[in-house]
């Protein structure tokens, strides 16, 4: 099992920027792919961002793409989320999660160790 602790969530103004980070422990996961989920209140979990497990492989929600970065670093066992240009439509629960393999997934289903999340508030 695999350990996952995010942060770097926080209360940012509309074209603010955040990094959140997120590091694992636990099993050697530095051949899974890793993915960024947001979950705003009322809505259904959806994906932000997902890495492979060499990390050439990218994926981006439409609505983030250009503003946020995912990249990890392995020597760390650390994966993180660059946020740019933030929009109060960002505002939601953050969480990392790791998949099951190396290939770049995007459904939530194909995860299965997932941290606690960190909350991002916009403010507009």
């Known amino acids: 099992q695999v350990q996952l602790v995010e942060s770097g969530g926080g209360l940012v103004q509309a074209g603010g920027s955040l990094r959140l980070s997120c590091v694992a422990s636990?099993?050697?996961?530095?051949?899974?792919?890793m993915g960024w989920f947001r979950q705003a209140p009322g809505k259904e979990r959806e994906i932000v961002a997902a890495?492979?497990?060499?990390?050439?492989?990218?994926y981006y929600a439409d609505s983030v793409k250009g503003r946020f970065t995912i990249f990890r670093d392995n020597f760390k066992n650390t994966v993180s989320l660059q946020m740019k240009s933030l929009k109060p439509e960002d505002t939601a629960v953050y969480s990392c999660?790791?998949?099951?393999?190396?290939?770049?997934?995007?459904?939530?289903?194909?995860?299965?160790?997932w941290g606690q999340g960190t909350q991002v508030t916009v403010s507009s």
């Open positions: 636990g099993r050697t996961w530095t051949d899974n792919a």
């Open positions: 890495i492979s497990g060499n990390g050439g492989s990218l």
């Open positions: 999660a790791t998949a099951r393999g190396r290939m770049l997934r995007t459904r939530p289903d194909d995860y299965d160790s």
